[in-house]
């Protein structure tokens, strides 16, 4: 832990210190520790900060501002994941392992399991744009056991894609998954995904959950007679049936119309 004299200025905010512009307070002290390889000319410090901690399968570090004003920076140790960062090793092309952006969304999904631009962009403080170029480029990036990432279907057109880990993060750190993914991971999914997209369906969990159809079905009604979701018909019963958290208003469908979900094929 580290505490830096002077608080945050020229905008930077910790919503924004991996990506904000180089900027200095003092421009002829900081080259002139540049010239004497004290420190570098341009700030490039944060990210690759960043970038090691994550790499490695440790926290991210934590900046902030405290009285003084200071900003601290705080860093923890351990363990090297190795697990982790063999399999950031694997990718190809090799520079993916390397790419801040692309471990920040492998870990997102290996933690979540799923993620789309959305929840990403505010991770690598970039627009939801960015983030989605970074997740479609991990669909192509692969390692021996296949892809890193895969896209999600069973959701409608309509929705910002979802991607959740592929086979070849399910192959490297299928131990890891097997929490995210067991019977409880795959109800808080469920709350999750229809809490974050305003709605949940069977495809839709058996598809990111890797499960069949009559088991992400349970799982939904299983969550209906806790208390947590309610079917979009009073029957709950019926094509293109699909589940919306308990106590939201909606428009609830007739049970003589089906909204049938589509299959998003890429």
Not at 110 to 116: C, F, M, S, Y
Not at 153 to 166: A, C, I, N, Q, R
Request: proline share 6%; charged share 25%.
């Amino acid at each position: 832990m580290a505490n830096t004299p002077g608080g945050f200025f020229s905008d930077v905010t910790p919503q924004n210190i991996i990506t904000h512009p180089s900027a200095t307070r003092n421009r002829a002290l900081a080259d002139a520790l540049a010239k004497l390889r004290v420190s570098e000319r341009q700030g490039v410090g944060v990210d690759r900060m960043v970038a090691d901690m994550v790499r490695l399968g440790r926290t991210a570090p934590e900046i902030y501002q405290i009285d003084g004003p200071y900003v601290r920076t705080v860093l923890l140790g351990g363990e090297v994941d190795v697990p982790w960062l063999k399999f950031l090793n694997s990718i190809k092309p090799s520079d993916v392992g390397g790419d801040l952006d692309s471990i920040l969304a492998l870990r997102c999904s290996v933690e979540r399991g799923w993620i789309t631009s959305v929840e990403l962009a505010p991770v690598l403080q970039k627009t939801v744009g960015e983030a989605d170029f970074v997740l479609r480029r991990l669909t192509h990036s692969e390692t021996a056991d296949g892809a890193v990432l895969r896209f999600v279907s069973g959701y409608p057109l309509e929705d910002p894609p979802v991607f959740t880990p592929g086979p070849g993060i399910r192959a490297a750190l299928g131990e890891r998954l097997a929490s995210v993914f067991n019977v409880r991971g795959r109800e808080r999914i469920a709350l999750e995904w229809a809490r974050s997209r305003g709605r949940v369906s069977s495809p839709e969990l058996a598809d990111v959950a890797q499960v069949a159809g009559n088991n992400a079905s349970s799982i939904l009604k299983g969550l209906v007679t806790d208390g947590a979701l309610k079917p979009s018909r009073a029957s709950g019963m019926g094509r293109g049936l699909y589940y919306l958290l308990a106590g939201k208003d909606d428009d609830a469908e007739p049970d003589d119309v089906a909204r049938k979900p589509s299959e998003r094929a890429f």
